[in-house]
């Protein structure tokens, strides 16, 4: 079972509302990645993050979508405005933080956008 | 960028026989290669991983190779066993905190 604790499993959208994920990283792991796989299993990097601070993003995470990991609380991914292009699996992942950067996924959350 | 090639959309094996899968990489500078497990439903489960300073890593019935000169990386599955069916991903990264460039990975099917 999965030690990084994704919410909600799934969510369903208009065009134009908000979408919002949470991600808890497994204790210790200082590092979070946020992909987005689409329905032909391709993997999108959107943003990653070493304990507050945004290590990378893409041009679209920095346009419509906003992430956040706050000390003490869950990191999250929002999506200001949904599209039907954004209907994925959102996975995070967490990481030691070492050299390797070992990515440990929680289950993902289904955005359905209608 | 890093881009990362699965050359096997589909395996299909009997149980017992190996599994081949293979990818390559096109940022000379990647020096960790991560192998996940996708089974149906479910998330990535990471398997294996190899590292730049070494060409050969093994983990009970996997082995993972990397060609360093042909930009080359492979994972192979002895002793298949059904429940080694999955979708498997291998990704490239240049390490520390990097994004990981996933391949679009390969359906492993093994009959029994």
């Known amino acids: 079972n999965s030690k990084v604790i994704q919410t909600p499993r799934y969510l369903v959208k208009g065009q134009g509302q908000k979408a919002k994920m949470r991600c808890i990283p497994e204790k210790g792991h200082p590092v979070v990645f946020w992909y987005q796989q689409n329905k032909n299993n391709e993997f999108k990097f959107l943003i990653n993050f070493q304990n507050q601070e945004v290590l990378q993003q893409i041009d679209m995470t920095e346009k419509r979508f906003s992430a956040e990991c706050p000390s003490n609380s869950p990191c999250s991914l929002e999506i200001q405005s949904s599209e039907a292009g954004d209907s994925a699996l959102y996975l995070c992942?967490?990481?030691?933080?070492?050299?390797?950067?070992?990515?440990?996924f929680g289950e993902g959350s289904r955005l359905i956008v209608v | 960028g890093e881009k990362v090639e699965q050359h096997e959309s589909t395996l299909s094996v009997r149980e017992g026989d190996s599994a081949v899968i293979n990818c390559t990489y096109t940022?000379?500078?990647?020096?960790?290669f991560p192998w996940y497990k996708q089974e149906a439903g479910k998330s990535l489960h990471f398997v294996i991983d190899i590292r730049s300073n070494v060409d050969r890593k093994q983990s009970q019935r996997l082995i993972v190779l990397l060609d360093k000169k042909a930009k080359r990386f492979s994972l192979h599955i002895t002793a298949t066993q059904p429940e080694d069916s999955a979708i498997y991903f291998c990704a490239a990264s240049r390490g520390s905190n990097n994004r990981i460039f996933f391949g679009d990975g390969t359906q492993l099917v093994v009959k029994p």
């Open positions: 992942a967490s990481s030691p933080g070492h050299s390797g950067n070992t990515l440990y």
């Open positions: 940022d000379t500078a990647s020096s960790y």
